[in-house]
């Protein structure tokens, strides 16, 4: 059709930095983001971690430094791993991580918002999440979320502010929040672990807290973590932990899982969290390092895809440069 009209329809949105800043439908905040922790009881001098450039495995003297940097860079709020240096098959000993909790909660007290995970890979002799039966053939889903409330109630007497469950046993969810509330935390909140899958993206976190599956009996995690292949599950699992009182549902991993987010947020009022896991950061530092992207580029479009298809809360290992990157970059 002939026109005396401009071709020019959606181009001129995008003309300059000014009017692509404007009409921008996302905005993102450095307030939305938690920073993950290692801490492990077995070093005594900090770490560095396969893939992951710019995180460090901390010794529990190094993770308050840690944090007082993470501080004067803009992060608040936390994720604490805590690996102890005694691993086991029953019977665990979770006083590493409670005095983690406490003596960070003693130095900077409600300047920070600290979720510890809870979960028992990096416990158990055979990495597994949860206690299994004598040949290793299963685990044992009640037996286990006995154990992790305990294990949260041991955290929330410490000062943890959040539980945040990634164990991806049935019915945790409802228990941790019965022992929370029948012992006085009430204001501890619960992030769940709601749409956790079976995902190869765990590797180089597995390394950081050895908890990768070693025995001959369950040698995968798929009888607890949800398939890939089933997004129905994702939902119903999400939606279930939601009626048993999670307050914030997390999906994870995250950038392959934009689809569950976006059906997620259209079903819940919940906030979302999205977890990008170590391997997808890990993804991005090894094309950056071969000079195949810009790293800082890179992580502010994966946050930017999160949070346009509905996530509110972004863990990210390299949310300690959420506040510079966002702060600076160029729409
Ligand atoms: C523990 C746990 C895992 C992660 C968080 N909590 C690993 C797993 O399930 O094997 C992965 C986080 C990451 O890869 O960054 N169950």
Not at 75 to 101: R, S, W
Not at 224 to 237: G, H
């Amino acid at each position: 059709m002939e026109t005396n009209f401009s071709p020019l329809t959606q181009r001129r949105l995008r003309a300059g930095e000014h009017i692509r800043e404007l009409t921008a439908s996302v905005k993102l905040s450095h307030k939305s983001f938690i920073q993950p922790l290692f801490v492990d009881e077995a070093i005594s001098s900090p770490r560095e971690v396969n893939g992951l450039k710019g995180v460090q495995v901390d010794t529990i003297q190094s993770v308050l430094h840690t944090i007082e940097q993470d501080i004067k860079s803009g992060v608040t709020k936390f994720l604490l791993f805590p690996v102890p240096a005694g691993k086991k098959e029953k019977g665990f000993d979770f006083t590493f991580a409670v005095n983690v909790i406490k003596q960070i909660k003693e130095q900077f007290g409600n300047d920070v918002w600290i979720a510890s995970d809870v979960c028992l890979c990096s416990y158990t002799t055979h990495g597994h999440c949860g206690i299994l039966n004598d040949d290793h053939s299963q685990l044992l889903n009640s037996k286990t979320v006995d154990v992790l409330s305990h294990y949260s109630s041991l955290l929330a007497n410490a000062g943890a502010d959040g539980i945040a469950p990634s164990d991806m046993m049935d019915g945790r969810i409802g228990a941790i929040r019965n022992k929370l509330d029948a012992l006085g935390y009430e204001q501890v909140s619960i992030m769940s672990y709601a749409a956790k899958f079976s995902s190869q993206f765990y590797g180089p976190f597995r390394d950081a807290c050895h908890s990768a599956p070693n025995t001959n009996g369950l040698q995968n995690r798929k009888s607890y973590q949800i398939s890939p292949f089933n997004a129905n599950d994702a939902i119903a699992s999400a939606l279930r932990d939601e009626k048993e009182g999670a307050d914030i549902l997390m999906v994870k991993p995250a950038t392959l899982y934009t689809d569950i987010i976006a059906r997620l947020k259209q079903q819940t009022l919940k906030p979302l969290a999205a977890y990008h896991v170590s391997g997808e950061y890990a993804a991005i530092e090894g094309l950056a390092e071969k000079g195949l992207l810009d790293r800082e580029a890179a992580h502010l479009e994966t946050w930017v895809a999160l949070s346009r298809s509905g996530t509110d809360i972004i863990i990210s290992y390299a949310s300690r440069h959420a506040k510079e990157w966002i702060g600076r970059a160029s729409l």
